[in-house]
């Protein structure tokens, strides 16, 4: 009986205070659908909520080892925000994403901010993971590329959003601004080392249902410190720990607890017109034995990104019209270590450098083309499959 | 303005000029068709050709846990083992392992034997040999190019090939090896079994398996822990209990992507030698023949009538009879399968060979093990019926064992 008379009298007080602050005290129940903020707020023209998003598309022509599927054309994302002032102070946000059509919808974001102080707020809901810098900054019109950086996609497992809670905020110091952010969160799953990659693979280990519950009751803890300089730039360090399989069933121990350790260092600055941007990622998992050495216990990575402006002016009646050069390297070790039967080192790593060239309509909206080549080296040290190729798309925030 | 204009332009004009001459240029070339082992064999149909795709996806899928995987397997895929269809490296390697008493061998199945499931999925544990096993080998996964070839070849020539009594004299007894033959064997008309029923084996080190079929259900089974039609047994660890511990429903494959498999290993083209015409090339193969290399490694074999026309009464080149011989006791694992002695071992096709770093990680794996690293120290290894030859071979002068070499390496 007591956990329903409490549910009762909240649902009670609940409805009193939304009564309170709507003034709906005359609504019928069959009106409750009614009973909405945005409906009531919009009817007294004051907006409640913004509606915004992001669209990105892009042709393709690739070719590994000189074998080509011809060209292609992507739509790859059609991403849709809605962002809420509550109350002063307490704000929402969430973004919803359709990849590839509708082949993949994803919630990336469905939070809340309580905003104690402007260096403290408390987070909760669909967050996404700090780690890097790319996984909270991944919006397709903000990146002068096309494709996403290997080390944010293949080793941190961009876009990775959890179900979680936890603080954030920023503590300005003289012209520099420290920011933190700390979360718990359901964590990665056991896809890590049971995927059709065949490699530790983190991106496998997001399993649909962390929004509904941590698949082994022990969350996982994350965290970024970064330090702002004003018209300089940032540099991050951040962090992930928690264990991955489930180790626990029925009451009963079914597994050692297997634990998972990512570390990132980001950084984004300026030196006069070049831009500098990337992140370095560094993975320990404790991974059995048993599933094979092709499942690496360390993994590492980084990209890096060099832009260039070297033309702006006015195009075709488009004023302040940039047009950007960009250089990115990339490198990925998927398993650092060596063969148990051999003594020689397992390779399983790739290196990439792709030029691109973006013309910026404004900050919010460009075209642009890259090209990429590409050297992945399997398991054994074989000789690397090449792959290069053409892209021309765009993306807009609109 | 207009040179603002004009410098965009030139560049818009350059990148689009530069796309253009990109696909002869900018991209990756396409390998030489004799440096590489995959590929369909020329001749094939459009629809052959989409049965040879097929069958090449499910070569490369990976099997996870909730796939059918394990739980006690060795690899994840048929591609983990066979990269680029080539050899595999030693971290791929096969354990198999039984018992020798009183002259008999047993499989040891009973405690999971022949092979040992050395990997597990997240949760459970390996398999180990188990202390009753006292004779264990290691196998290393072979090329799988040009086995359609080879699955090709009549009984009867191979019959024809063997002198198990060594009625020539010449030192060498190449002798098939009989099988009993699995439930979903279904012979062809020049299929030809012994008195007891048994039929011959030709794949395999010891040339244990009938035919491609019978080859692809054992690896489906004893190397991923995968159920299909044809065996719908998962390996067991007996270490954990007698019990299968996979409840993914059975068959994990269909007999389709079994038979599809089979058809991609059918269809394979055979390597390609490079080099033919070297001076160097041509003593070498003149070398390899005067010293008996290739008594037991024949360089030529014929298909019989095949249902794949590209197939049928095809000449090819493999360097193997497929059939078993003594390699003498420094290659006896005191292990067996068959009818075949432990120092016994199924002649190797050399075609391929060259290009085995390609696949091994830059070096040499050879002999069944792959404990030779180098084409001369698997030559040196060769001691029974290849005695005489490897005599031959040491007393060759260094240009000439060069020569031979490069032969090799040209196949």
């Keep these: ?81 809605l962002y809420s002032t509550i109350k002063e102070r307490i704000k929402f946000i969430s973004e919803l994403e359709f990849g590839h059509g509708t082949e993949e919808i994803e919630l990336e974001t469905a939070l809340m901010d309580f905003e104690l102080h402007p260096s403290l707020i408390f987070r909760a809901g669909i967050l996404l993971v700090p780690i890097g810098y790319f996984n909270q900054n991944q919006d397709s019109p903000k990146w002068e590329f096309i494709d996403r950086p290997l080390v944010s996609t293949n080793l941190i497992p961009s876009t990775y959003s959890d179900v979680g809670l936890g603080l954030h905020g920023t503590i300005p110091i003289r012209d520099f601004s420290f920011t933190y952010e700390t979360y718990l969160i359901n964590g990665l799953q056991e896809g890590i080392i049971t995927n059709e990659e065949n490699r530790t693979f983190l991106r496998a280990g997001k399993g649909e249902e962390r929004f509904g519950e941590d698949n082994n009751g022990s969350p996982a803890f994350t965290t970024r410190l970064a330090l702002n300089k004003r018209k300089f730039g940032e540099i991050g360090i951040s962090g992930y720990i928690g264990n991955y399989n489930i180790f626990k069933k029925d009451g009963l121990p079914i597994d050692e607890k297997r634990s998972l350790l990512i570390g990132a260092l980001d950084y984004n600055f300026s030196i006069k017109k070049v831009k500098f941007l990337g992140e370095i990622a560094y993975i320990k998992a404790d991974i059995p034995s048993d599933v094979g050495q092709n499942f690496g216990n360390t993994q590492w990575g980084f990209h890096t990104d060099l832009i260039y402006p070297f033309w702006q002016g006015k195009l075709f009646s488009w004023q302040n019209i940039i047009l950007n050069a960009s250089l990115r390297f990339e490198y990925l070790d998927y398993n650092v270590g060596k063969f148990r039967d051999t003594d020689s080192n ?53 | 303005m207009k040179n603002n204009l004009a410098k965009l332009s030139s560049l818009v004009l350059l990148a689009g000029l530069l796309s253009l001459y990109a696909c002869e240029k900018f991209l990756p070339n396409e390998p030489e068709e004799n440096e590489v082992l995959d590929g369909p064999m020329e001749g094939l149909s459009y629809a052959q050709t989409r049965l040879f795709l097929e069958g090449d996806e499910a070569f490369s899928e990976v099997f996870t846990p909730e796939k059918g995987l394990g739980a006690y397997f060795v690899t994840s895929s048929c591609f983990s083992c066979h990269s680029g269809d080539g050899k595999g490296h030693p971290s791929t390697t096969l354990t198999r392992f039984g018992r020798w008493e009183n002259g008999q061998f047993d499989p040891l199945t009973h405690l999971g034997g022949g092979q040992l499931q050395n990997r597990a999925i997240a949760g459970f544990e390996a398999e180990v040999i188990p202390s009753e096993a006292n ?28 002198d198990p009594d060594d009625m020539d004299g010449n030192g060498i007894s190449g002798r098939v090896n009989y099988i009993e033959p699995p439930d979903f064997f279904s012979p062809l008309e020049w299929n030809i079994p012994d008195e007891e029923g048994r039929y011959i084996g030709r794949f395999g080190k010891k040339a244990a398996a009938i035919d491609l079929l019978h080859q692809t259900v054992n690896a489906y089974n004893q190397d991923m822990g995968i159920t299909s039609d044809f065996d719908m047994n998962d390996p067991i660890n007996y270490a954990v209990s007698s019990q299968q511990t996979d409840l993914i429903p059975d068959p994990e494959i269909s007999a389709a992507t079994g038979q599809s498999v089979v058809f991609y290993l059918r269809t394979l083209k055979a390597p390609i030698p490079r080099d033919e015409s070297d001076a160097n090339v041509q003593l070498g193969k003149q070398l390899f023949m005067d010293i008996d290399c290739g008594k037991c490694h024949i360089p030529t074999l014929k298909t019989g009538i095949s249902d794949i026309t590209v197939l049928s009464e095809v000449e090819f080149h493999p360097y193997t009879d497929l059939l078993l011989h003594n390699m003498g006791e420094e290659l006896n694992d005191n292990y067996t399968e068959g009818l075949a002695e432990a120092a016994e071992w199924r002649t190797p096709p050399l075609w391929g060979l060259g290009l085995s770093p390609d696949a091994q990680g830059g070096e040499f794996f050879l002999m069944h093990d792959g404990r030779a690293t180098s084409i001369e120290e698997a030559i040196l290894l060769h001691g029974g019926e290849a005695s005489n030859s490897r005599t031959y071979y040491q007393e060759l002068s260094t240009s000439d064992k060069e020569a031979l070499i490069s032969f090799l390496k040209s196949l």
């Design chain 1, 1 to 81: 009986m007591k956990p329903i008379f409490i549910l009762l009298l909240l649902s009670m007080t609940s409805q009193w205070l939304a009564a309170q602050d709507v003034d709906t005290l005359n609504l019928t129940n069959k009106d409750a659908v009614y009973q909405r903020p945005f409906i009531y707020e919009e009817q007294r023209s004051n907006l409640s909520a913004a509606v915004g998003g992001y669209l990105e598309a892009n042709t393709n022509y690739f070719s590994t080892d000189g074998i080509s599927e011809g060209y292609s054309m992507e739509m790859r994302r059609f991403n849709i925000f």
């Design chain 1, 346 to 398: 397992i390779s399983d790593h790739l290196y990439s450098i792709m030029p691109s060239i973006g013309l910026r309509f404004s900050p919010n909206t460009l075209l642009r083309m890259s090209y990429r080549y590409q050297w992945d080296t399997d398991l054994f040290g074989n000789p690397p499959a090449k792959t290069a190729g053409f892209q021309f798309g765009f993306a807009s925030y609109f």
């Design chain 2, 135 to 162: 004779g264990i080998a290691k196998f290393t996964p072979p090329a799988v190019t040009g086995l359609g070839l080879l699955a090709a070849v009549t009984d009867a020539t191979l019959l024809d090939v063997a």
